[in-house]
């Protein structure tokens, strides 16, 4: 076997260099950027690692164009900041996964946002990375380069290969290049809670607030089990449904007024003000009450809102686990206590109409056994795997991070 | 473009006709099957009506189980399919072909199901866009994408061509809106992207098929987000002495963090046009006319409604409107509405364009359009919207002169080339089609159509659904696959290695 090869490559053109070098010799390579994701999915199988955290650089940025592009191993929190500093950002509102898998926070690239389709509280509303990304240049495992979209909001021209990149995980294409679509920052925030709400409950008087002309961008439930992990034990006696309300100060206060007549047989408690709200979603966002130091497994569940909490109930049944809801009772954040249970809660998901697992956590002999990526059915995996025949014919990108590999790579 | 090349038509494929005519009425019993010249009339075109073209036979199914047979039957014996919504597309993209199944799916027009608590609405893919916002708006709910033709386009061809509408920046497009769908492939195969929840799982399949022009498969089902209508709306008339006025107002808006409902821009012919259809009272002294709506919460929209209008002022506007009723607010609009009838009382044809732009580049390309009308000797009115960059030039003609198609159609591809060239794209809602197949080179280079193409490679290897379409040149899937491999040295060696 051929000596295990680092490559940093600083421009595009080396990206490709490298990927030629890896298809001309079969040889894998796993992607990395700042390795803050490296743990989510199974172990790549590659002797070989392209790492993207030397190719940065923000390369354009105009505010007025709503538009930002930037190499794809630029940090995150530099562009954040740079937004920021232009009372601008992300309305996906990417999530920061290294506290929960035990890395620092504010880690990441841009490449690793789109590629892992990165988002946030704000996803009912704003969508996610995949709805904000314009245009991309990518190296493909073929060790061509190619690029898709452009720099305008407004774009048919050609298949959205942006977007077919957008949660792929480097398994199809190096990506080089990205260019979002940005938006102005909200100028205030507030966040209505409502108290003592069972799970069903919640998930009534979510509904309810997102089906109103509120404009709610943020709707999540807290149960009893990990309300003390938020704000530092600030939220206190029984569980907390959280709504959130963005926007420019009168529009705040008038909605927040609004949604408190509307909810008031939901049992209406405090408001939180911009500082202790901003706070409170960012705890929601990047899974805070799970970020405890272990390996132990965590699932990121997507179902139908009002399905959430009647998928937990049944859950527990059969298993224990510690959950908590984002997207109005969509997103079921969960802890096991030891094993997985992949195929019942994955049982469950199809009974309650449908979604996906994605076991987030859980320590490498785990991820090599169990799927970390929901099972698609037969027609489905069969095209999924004819796509990823298209970009990387040879298995050289991240090899068995999303799906087994067929046959063992050399 | 009058040269239009289609893929020649397959010999064996016409030889059969009456043998397939008679399996398709196998498959699709009752009258779902058209193969007379005078009932197949109704379908030789689009919305792009320059292009007319007899299908093979025209079958309309009822289900799924139809629309899967018929897909594997013409798999299996090698025959070409055009998919057809509503036949809206301005871009010839349900143009027939000689020798293809014309496959229409407006019999599926009912609304499956509507479920306010997880705000979606499950329809079939015939039913017209406002049809969506029809079954739910007496419950306050609405669908945001509005194509200028939704009360006839349906949501089927909604999703196959990625539609938008004028409020796309603050809404999204189709992409955005949709959450899932079910679709059959050539083969036959039904699979189900995404559903109520959030993020399909997986590869972005869901995004690839949004916008793939029906070349990828053919959409049976279709969930979307609906969203609760907007408290209230009020919208701002705003003239301005120059189109770099109205462009940097535009900039200022947005730049003071403001995303409007709608934010659209007509220049002096598109407005003298449009006040002389339907007299809504637009300054006809004026360069540039900007609409600008915000909609939202009341306390909102008063707010930045004085904003934007301070904007304007700075930017130094000549006239400035705000709407005091609703019925005002329509007023203004009614001249933008009706700007396409508008301008076609002025000239016996026009030609609609629909490349997207950065903002900041509109006075230089409406610059370069005042020079390509004076060399093609063509009138030019824009419509624009101006919040997401997407333009709307209409460009004058006269059919019954000779060469005045040709002259326009030259004329509309010198537009897009400069949209390309300072920074946009070809089309921004109204599709390649065949319309700007091709002109996909003025945008991507070999490299980048090889991989659009590959990604066909996976849906349809055969090339059999929707041929003609998007790319210049459907290169042979097996050619595509090739690897051509160089063997060298590792790469920059000089660094570190573990």
């Known amino acids: ?410 | 473009m009058s040269g239009l090349k289609m893929p020649e038509p397959q010999a064996a494929t016409l030889f059969r006709r009456a043998e397939i005519v008679a399996d398709m009425r196998i498959i699709v019993p009752g009258e779902g099957v058209v193969d007379s010249e005078e009932g197949m009339r109704v379908f030789e075109s689009d919305g792009l009506t320059a292009y007319r073209q007899l299908p093979l036979v025209v079958v309309l199914p009822e289900t799924v189980a139809q629309v899967s047979r018929i897909l594997k039957y013409c798999h299996d014996r090698n025959i070409r399919v055009v998919p057809r919504g509503s036949g809206t597309s301005l871009s010839g993209g349900a143009l027939p072909l000689k020798d293809a199944v014309l496959l229409v799916m407006s019999r599926f027009n009912r609304i499956l199901e509507i479920d306010y608590a997880n705000r979606v609405v499950v329809a079939q893919p015939g039913v017209t866009n406002l049809g969506i916002t029809h079954a739910v708006e007496h419950q306050g709910f609405y669908y945001a994408p509005d194509p200028s033709s939704q009360i006839a386009c349906s949501i089927g061809g909604n999703v196959a061509e990625n539609s938008g509408g004028v409020h796309c920046l603050k809404y999204g497009l189709t992409a955005n809106n949709v959450l899932g769908i079910e679709m059959v492939l050539m083969t036959g195969e039904v699979i189900r992207l995404g559903g109520k929840h959030l993020d399909a799982e997986g590869y972005d399949l869901l995004g690839l098929m949004t916008g793939s022009e029906g070349l990828l498969g053919v959409v049976t089902e279709v969930t979307v987000r609906i969203l609760k209508k907007p408290e209230t709306a009020r919208a701002l008339l705003i003239g301005f002495p120059t189109s770099e006025q109205g462009g940097q107002c535009v900039a200022d808006i947005i730049g003071a963090g403001i995303i409007p409902g709608g934010m659209e821009m007509m220049d002096r012919p598109a407005i003298h046009a449009a006040e002389a259809f339907v007299q809504v009272g637009y300054p006809l002294d004026v360069e540039a006319l900007l609409i600008v709506e915000l909609d939202g919460p009341m306390a909102e929209v008063d707010h930045l409604i004085e904003r934007v209008s301070e904007i304007a002022t700075q930017n130094g506007c000549t006239t400035s409107r705000i709407s005091t009723s609703d019925a005002e607010r329509l007023a203004f609009w009614a001249g933008r509405k009706a700007a396409f009838p508008a301008v076609g009382r002025i000239s016996p044809d026009y030609y609609c364009m629909d490349g997207t732009i950065p903002r900041k580049e509109l006075p230089r390309v409406l610059a370069g359009m005042r020079e390509l009308s004076e060399k093609y000797g063509l009138g030019v009115a824009n419509v624009f919207h101006a919040g997401d960059g997407n333009l709307h030039p209409l460009i004058l003609y006269d059919a019954n002169k000779p060469g005045d198609l040709d002259k326009a159609e030259a004329f509309g591809s010198d537009i897009l080339r400069l949209c390309v060239k300072v920074g946009g794209v070809l089309t921004g809602e109204h599709g390649v089609g065949v319309e700007k197949r091709d002109l996909m080179s003025e945008m991507f280079d070999e490299s980048d159509l090889n991989q659009q193409i590959r990604v066909k490679c996976a849906f349809d290897p055969n090339h059999l659904l929707n041929p003609g379409k998007v790319f210049p040149q459907l290169h042979r899937c097996a050619e595509l696959g090739r690897m051509h491999v160089h063997r060298g040295q590792v790469p920059f060696p000089e660094l570190e290695r573990f």
Not at chain 1, 73 to 85: F, K, V, Y
Not at chain 1, 219 to 233: N, S, T
Not at chain 1, 315 to 332: C, E, H, K, T, V
Not at chain 1, 347 to 375: C, M, N, W, Y
């Open chain 1, 1 to 410: 076997m051929a000596e295990t090869q680092l490559f940093t490559p600083t421009t595009p053109e080396e990206v490709l260099e490298t990927v030629r070098w890896a298809v001309a010799e079969e040889t894998p390579l796993e992607i990395v950027g700042q390795r803050s994701k490296r743990s989510i999915g199974r172990p790549v199988e590659a002797n070989h690692l392209l790492d993207l955290s030397k190719l940065t650089g923000i390369t354009l940025y105009e505010p007025e164009e709503l538009v930002l592009s930037a190499r794809a191993g630029t940090p995150i929190s530099e562009i954040e900041a740079l937004l920021a500093a232009n009372n601008q950002q992300f309305a996906f509102e990417p999530m920061d996964y290294g506290p929960l898998l035990g890395t620092e926070a504010g880690r990441g690239t841009i490449g690793g946002t789109l590629n892992a389709n990165l988002s946030g509280p704000r996803r009912l509303k704003a969508g996610a990375a995949r709805d904000h990304i314009l245009g991309i240049s990518a190296v493909s495992g073929r060790g061509e380069t190619f690029k898709s979209g452009g720099r305008v909001v407004k774009n048919v021209t050609g298949y959205d290969l942006s977007k077919g990149l957008a949660g792929s995980w480097g398994t199809l294409s190096v990506v080089t290049d990205v260019t979002f679509k940005v938006l102005p920052a909200p100028e205030t925030e507030k966040t209505l809670l409502l108290n003592g709400l069972d799970d069903h409950q919640a998930a009534e008087a979510m509904a309810e607030a997102m089906g109103s002309s509120a404009e709610v961008s943020g709707a999540a439930h807290l149960p009893e089990g990990v309300i003390a992990k938020f704000l530092d034990r600030a939220l206190v006696g029984g569980p907390k449904t959280a709504l959130r309300i963005e926007g420019v100060a009168p529009s705040v206060e008038y909605r927040v007024d609004h949604l408190t007549r509307l909810l008031r047989s939901h049992g209406v408690g405090d408001v939180l003000e911009a500082e202790q709200s901003c706070a409170l979603w960012r705890e929601i966002r990047d899974c805070h009450p799970f970020c405890d130091g272990t390996p132990s497994p965590v699932w990121r569940v997507s179902v139908a809102p009002m399905m959430g909490p009647r998928l937990v109930d049944t859950f527990r049944r059969a298993a224990g686990a510690n959950a908590y809801y984002d997207w109005q009772g969509g997103l079921i954040w969960m802890r096991m206590e030891s094993d997985p249970e992949a195929e019942v809660l994955r049982k469950l998901i199809t009974h309650f109409g449908g979604g996906h697992a994605t076991l987030v956590r859980a320590p490498e002999s785990l991820r090599r056994q169990v799927d970390v990526f929901h099972p698609q059915p037969a027609p489905l995996a069969a095209l999924s795997a004819r796509l990823k025949e298209q970009f990387d014919p040879r298995n050289i990108l991240n090899p068995g991070r999303m799906i087994q590999p067929a046959s063992p790579t050399t």
